[in-house]
């Protein structure tokens, strides 16, 4: 791939936020599940990168080497913040890519910031409406320890089991996180997103990953309320699906966006 990925931070007024980049062209923000950081799209950021565009994988607020926002964590908040690193970074449009909570985020991103998002791509994303608040899936045990070894076991059935690197690299990103990483979970599940979906009409991309228990349930019921929007799966796709499945990942975004954004922008 031949291409360096650049860490970097920008000051906000709740203080510091931290983005990882690649590339060059129209600019395409990447938002991470909870409780990971950027380190989520690592190998992916080199890839969209070589495909012509700018990859910008930010550490949302408490994660990673983010500072946290002051207060209670909302999905709307963290998506200001979002909004608020793409004014500090000069960027007029973009467009976003989420995964899980990322993908939560992503959403509420798009409906603040119509006029500013190019193209939608959600992956394993859940659709956060009156149904999913009222029994929303049992993660009883999930990222509630606060050892290594009991974050690793609480994830362990999620990941393939020859990937001890990427148990690794979630523990670590859940240590740092702290309390974080059970709240997260909590914040998507007490978000509205059925009024925010009123809002979107950009070109959107659902991304499922088939062995994704929390999420690929979810995702027929979100293509029925977003219609009009593209679908692929990434068949034995598990829940680290962009550290998992990076090239597959990567693929699925590149071929939608090279379809979506006009060239003379890229």
């Known amino acids: 791939m031949g291409t360096s990925t650049v860490v970097n931070h920008v000051t906000l ?12 062209g129209h600019p395409v923000l990447l938002l991470h599940q909870t409780p990971r950081s ?58 976003v890519v989420g995964h899980h909570t990322g993908g939560v985020i992503a959403v509420e991103l798009a409906a603040q910031q119509r006029e500013r998002v190019t193209a939608l791509v959600l992956s394993s994303t859940p659709l956060t409406d009156v149904a999913y608040r009222a029994q929303p899936p049992v993660e009883s045990g999930v990222d509630a320890a606060e050892d290594s070894e009991g974050l690793r076991r609480s994830r362990a059935d999620f990941y393939p089991a020859d990937r001890a690197d990427l148990l690794d690299r979630y523990v670590a990103d859940a240590l740092k996180a702290g309390p974080l990483a059970r709240i997260g979970h909590r914040v998507v599940g007490i978000y509205a997103m059925e009024r925010a979906l009123e809002r979107l009409d950009m070109p959107t991309l659902l991304i499922g990953a088939t062995e994704d ?54």
């Open 13 to 24: 007024p709740h203080g510091r936020l931290v983005y990882a980049e690649a590339g060059a």
């Open 38 to 95: 950027w380190d989520e799209y690592r190998d992916v950021l080199p890839r969209l990168a070589g495909g012509g565009y700018r990859a910008i994988a930010l550490d949302t607020p408490g994660f990673g080497a983010s500072a946290p926002l002051p207060g209670e964590p909302t999905i709307e908040r963290w998506a200001q913040t979002a909004r608020a690193a793409l004014d500090a970074l000069e960027i007029a449009r973009a467009s």
């Open 213 to 266: 228990a929390f999420a690929h349930p979810q995702l027929a019921r979100l293509r029925a309320a977003l219609p009009d929007a593209e679908l692929t799966e990434i068949v034995g796709g598990m829940v680290p699906l962009p550290d998992g499945w990076p090239a597959e990942f990567a693929a699925a975004v590149l071929s939608f966006l090279d379809r979506i954004v006009p060239r003379a922008v890229r």
